[in-house]
């Protein structure tokens, strides 16, 4: 089993449209969680962390649940910019090792 | 400031042929991570550099992977004997490293580079 899995879509969603990814990790220590974006041949770049109180930043919403060991994004009113790989990242308790999933892909259209 | 910077940014070489990758970190930036990305998946951790301290090569694949970095700046990796499974894009990432109380350690933001992609023949 992956310690950090996702559903890689893709995801394919019309402009304006809500869309939720979940992603769950196997070890039970995990201290933190965080979201990244991906676009097509770029770098990763931070999206949001994910707080256990869960956090919002706009259009987006990051969920925690512990008891479940799983993670999960909300994208409200998708625009065309969206569009990009989201990759859910989970650093492990002690150190600074971070375990990256495998990315979902969501593609928004007009 | 200037970000991450990653050289080359492209490398075709042959099977067999030894491959060296470069990572130049954010300045200040006392922590460094090289991941590998093949292509349509997702980041695998190869090694993180913290300071002075001894580095975590957990994530190497093989003994033919190394990496080295001097003091808090420039690392590079070196791939040995390349492999056509080898072919993938390396990303070298900085942060700081936020701060350790107990097994609790906080997380700073990485900020990666643009990454080399590399191909083995």
């Known amino acids: 089993r992956k310690e950090v899995e996702q559903d890689p879509g893709p995801f394919n969603v019309p402009e304006g449209a809500t869309v939720a990814f979940n992603c769950t990790y196997s070890?039970?220590?995990?201290?933190?969680f965080f979201w990244y974006r991906q676009d097509c041949r770029k770098e990763p770049k931070l999206l949001m962390s994910?707080?256990?109180s869960g956090n919002e930043d706009g259009r987006f919403t990051a969920q925690l649940n512990r008891a479940s060991q799983y993670i999960s994004l909300l994208i409200r009113d998708s625009k065309l910019s969206d569009s990009a790989t989201y990759l859910c990242?989970?650093?492990?308790?002690?150190?600074?090792?971070?375990?990256f999933g495998a990315g979902t892909r969501l593609f928004v259209k007009a | 400031g200037a970000g991450v910077s990653q050289s080359p940014s492209n490398k075709v070489t042959e099977k067999g042929k030894d491959v060296e990758l470069r990572c130049d970190p954010i300045?200040?930036?006392?922590?460094l991570y090289w991941y590998r990305q093949r292509l349509g998946q997702g980041l695998e951790f190869l090694i993180y550099?913290?300071?002075?301290?001894?580095?975590?090569k957990s994530g190497l694949p093989s003994d033919r992977f190394s990496a080295e970095r001097t003091g808090e700046s420039v690392s590079t990796l070196t791939i040995q004997r390349t492999q056509q499974e080898d072919s993938a894009v390396y990303l070298c990432?900085?942060?700081?490293?936020?701060?350790?109380?107990?097994?609790?350690?906080?997380?700073?933001?990485?900020?990666f580079g643009p990454g080399t992609r590399l191909t083995v023949l």
């Open positions: 990432a900085s942060s700081n490293p936020g701060e350790t109380s107990g097994s609790v350690s906080s997380y700073n933001e990485q900020f």
């Open positions: 070890n039970s220590a995990s201290q933190s």
């Open positions: 994910v707080y256990s």
């Open positions: 990242v989970v650093k492990t308790s002690g150190g600074f090792k971070t375990i």
């Open positions: 300045s200040g930036h006392t922590a």
């Open positions: 550099f913290q300071g002075n301290s001894a580095p975590d």
